[in-house]
């Protein structure tokens, strides 16, 4: 035997020879190559060699920057491709999009010249690409569990099923696709262990660990029903269980082992399904070339399976003696499931019309139950559903807190079983939204005396935007013929707040109540504080009205949905059509949102700050007219923001920035470097006065850029972490700011140099101690335990509060502080 030395001596001669054969190869290439540059003086050709692994990878196909490229030779663990370019053309950055042989693909920039041309593509990685398998493991004997896996080695985490013996988990995609093959092994519950090779996508992603003895011969039995919609779950061959290797459509595929005891043509064959029926036959399964079909004996006397065109569909009230109605049915009338309820009544009558009339229920019918994850048992009477059909159905009554709504929205499918002796299954395809719905409808009273009730089937009302005899604007949902109008709102053009008007609300209501209006649409909803008041023309009691910004998101939700449900303190009220609403909607808003106008443009500036010339290309920014108007339960639907807080801290906090205002202006810092990042900062000055920008240095000089006037807004660029002062014309400081890391603009507003008269006291538990937050809604800015102050600005598009590389959420219950410039605060409102 040769020792290690000589082991590793021989191995490296191997590889200085595979170097020389290499080396030798692609001197034969370049001296190829080289004569062809001779033949055509426009045109190089240079030799890209790529590496593969695995090494027995061969390449199919490459393409540089989407052209392909030829392949010239594939040698062992290496191919090499041909580029072809003009001889001032070769860069060195190329995408390569990399197919192999065996269907692995992979596309990715390389940089050539930083090896020489050579580079190293590996098609093992795994990687972290969102594709993903769900891989199902289970042992061939259904009482062996699993009790650990690992993966080529590595331990793999799965989840288990109390109910059966199967194992799942996910496995992701790669770069180069999935990593399928891959050694298994497993602990098991017997005592032993496996370990074998597999194919993980191979079966439908289903592994089966066959814990038989191993056989010199097998044969795959194929069994199928002749029922397609009931799951075979056993099969025995003369009595012998035998293992199920995977589910088929409409059966299973088995195996039978050769030897003792060994299989005979003439067998018996039984079959268990899922739902409880058997099949049993004998038959001579070589002649059916071992693929046999059997049909299972009926369980129940009647068996009923109902699927598409059936559907769920649910319809709302159309007034307050309606009712709601969900009915799981086919066009043609009939029906396997029909449920009503009065509004608000939380109590519902369910019909079980899906029972065929051979099955000849009687008056009282005792009913088993699954949907999803409820099973239980119902006492039912004859009766007959509204609507149809004509025969009589087993009837009962629920509440809507009853775990089957839960059961018809998460499964299925609904599985009845009547007397033990007729079965009926639905499905639950598309029952989610439907049941929802209706039981949403039966816990919600009914209120509305003119638009009401689901008109999404109504032509005869609609949306529409009209301009009054005095210039207001004026939107609504309703038919301007008659008295029936839902929702109307009007604004004073370029106001930037509208009046909303909910007139679907109950009767004799009375003057100033303070009501919460609940609103959605699919994906979006929200809350508004209304008031209600006496409206000439409407007779039958105050209505609810909001007055809200026009930046609101009800606005862009009413524009881009399809229908909207209006509740008013949790009472339903209304379900509108938004068929037709976008264009009314967007021009309403349009019409009240506030014009602001770009700055006239200035001839370049005479002092070298030529960072800051403004940018014609920024959009003109649009004012945020309210910053905190959801900020407390109090606000009564109005922009004025009060919170009486009792506390004499807070109240100190509200006093002390009363007698001095400037905490910006006294609290402005040199710049604060964030990365050298060069970031568009945004000056909208929407006061009534000329204000002077200012661009603070590090040593703390000011240096003026320009002025602003009323209306304008001036863009410049400088380093994220920049500060910045607005200075009234020949007077103080007005406020200071400090640009974040990412494109902003400001907001310069009127009176910044005094104190907000609206301004509040928010008071926040952080921990074992108290925080609070003032607020100045009019001016745009807060401040946090009276030491760290946030401007409300648009950052990147999107509204938030910062002072540089801090930012801040604050709401009606938490407030958030994050940044290295200050501690970080999660506090809850007190």
Not at 45 to 50: E, P, Q, Y
Not at 244 to 260: D, M, N, P, Y
Not at 587 to 607: G, H, K, L
Not at 789 to 812: C, K, L, M, P, Y
């Amino acid at each position: 035997m040769k020792d290690a030395g000589g082991v590793d001596q021989l191995r490296d001669q191997k590889m200085h020879r595979a170097k020389q054969i290499f080396a030798i190869f692609s001197l034969a290439l370049s001296l190829t190559f080289m004569f062809a540059m001779n033949a055509n003086a426009q045109l190089s050709t240079r030799v890209l060699t790529i590496r593969t692994m695995p090494a027995d990878t061969k390449l199919q196909s490459v393409f540089i920057d989407g052209q392909r490229a030829k392949i010239i030779s594939n040698q062992s663990g290496y191919a090499f491709v041909e580029i072809r370019a003009d001889v001032n053309d070769f860069r060195c950055k190329y995408t390569l999009s990399i197919i192999a042989e065996n269907g692995r693909f992979l596309r990715k920039q390389f940089d050539l010249c930083e090896n020489v041309w050579q580079i190293d593509v590996s098609f093992e990685d795994d990687g972290s690409g969102a594709s993903q398998k769900q891989i199902s493991i289970v042992p061939s004997d259904p009482k062996v569990r699993i009790f650990s896996l690992s993966l080529n080695g590595k331990p793999q985490s799965f989840t288990a099923f109390m109910d059966s013996n199967r194992v799942e988990f996910t496995l992701r995609r790669g770069p180069s696709g999935y990593k399928c093959s891959t050694e298994l092994e497993a602990l098991l519950s017997n005592g032993n262990s496996y370990k074998e090779q597999v194919d993980l996508c191979a079966n439908n992603n289903e592994v089966v660990l066959d814990l038989e003895p191993k056989r010199e011969y097998f044969e795959v039995f194929t069994v199928r029903s002749s029922i397609k919609d009931d799951r075979i779950s056993s099969v025995r061959v003369d009595g012998r269980k035998v293992p199920i290797l995977r589910w088929i459509s409409g059966g299973v595929r088995t195996r039978l082992a050769a030897g003792a005891p060994s299989f005979r043509c003439e067998a018996t064959i039984e079959v268990g399904f899922a739902s409880g029926a058997k099949a049993s036959d004998k038959i001579d399964i070589c002649a059916e070339n071992f693929d046999v079909t059997l049909t299972p004996t009926p369980q129940y006397i009647t068996d009923t399976s109902l699927a598409s065109p059936f559907s769920w569909r649910f319809t709302a009230p159309r007034d307050a003696f309606d009712n709601a109605q969900l009915r799981f049915a086919s066009n043609n009338r009939a029906a396997g499931f029909v449920a009503l309820c009065e509004p608000g009544s939380r109590s519902v009558d369910v019909y079980i019309a899906g029972f065929p009339n051979r099955a000849g229920l009687g008056n009282r019918t005792d009913l088993e139950m699954w949907a999803g994850r409820y099973q239980g048992k119902q006492s039912a009477t004859a009766g007959r559903a509204p609507g149809g059909p004509d025969n009589a159905a087993p009837f009962f009554n629920i509440s809507t807190s009853h775990g089957l709504w839960n059961g018809l929205i998460a499964g299925s499918a609904y599985t009845l079983i009547a007397d033990d002796e007729h079965r009926l299954r639905m499905s639950l395809k598309g029952s989610a939204g439907p049941v929802r719905d209706f039981v949403r409808a039966c816990n919600q009273r009914f209120d509305g005396p003119s638009v009401i009730g689901d008109v999404t089937e109504d032509s005869s009302l609609k949306w529409s935007r009209t301009t009054t005899s005095n210039g207001a604007q004026q939107l609504q949902f309703g038919d301007a013929s008659t008295d029936r109008i839902g929702f109307a709102a009007r604004c004073e053009p370029n106001s930037g707040y509208a009046e909303v008007m909910f007139a679907s609300a109950p009767g004799q209501m009375t003057d100033g109540r303070n009501i919460s209006i609940f609103w959605d649409t699919v994906g979006n909803q929200g809350k508004l504080n209304a008031r209600t008041r006496t409206v000439e023309g409407i007779d039958w009691g105050a209505v609810p009205i909001a007055t809200m910004d026009v930046e609101d998101r009800l606005w862009p939700s009413l524009a881009a949905g399809n229908i909207v449900h209006i509740a008013m303190d949790g009472d339903r009220m209304s379900t509108y059509s938004l068929k037709g609403s976008a264009k009314p909607v967007r021009e309403f808003v349009a019409a009240c949102r506030p014009y602001v106008p770009e700055p006239e443009p200035e001839p370049e500036p005479i002092d070298n700050l030529t960072p800051d010339r403004p940018s014609a290309e920024e959009e003109v920014f649009n004012t945020i007219a309210d910053i905190f108007n959801n900020l407390s339960d109090q606000s009564d639907g109005k922009l004025q923001v009060e919170i009486n807080s009792p506390s004499a801290a807070a109240k100190k906090v509200l006093q002390d920035y009363r007698n001095n205002p400037n905490f910006f202006c006294d609290e402005a810092r040199v710049p604060t470097s964030l990365g050298n990042r060069q970031v568009k900062s945004g000056f909208a000055n929407n006061s009534s006065d000329l204000v002077d920008l200012y661009q603070i240095q590090p040593n703390g000089q000011r240096v003026r850029v320009r002025d602003i006037p009323p209306g304008a807004r001036l863009t410049v660029t400088a380093d994220a972490g920049q500060s910045w002062e607005v200075r009234r014309r020949n007077g103080g400081c007005l406020t200071s700011f400090a640009s974040p890391n990412n494109d902003v603009v400001f907001s310069i507003k009127d009176n910044m140099g005094q104190a907000d008269r609206e301004a509040f006291v928010k008071t926040y538990r952080c921990g074992a101690r108290q925080t609070h937050v003032l607020v100045a809604p009019n001016h745009g800015f807060s401040i946090v335990g009276g030491q760290i102050g946030f401007h409300r600005a648009s950052v990147a598009g999107r509204t938030q509060n910062v002072w540089a590389r801090t930012s801040a959420v604050i709401d009606n219950q938490r407030l958030v502080v994050r940044g290295s410039e200050a501690p970080d605060l999660d506090c809850v409102a007190r």
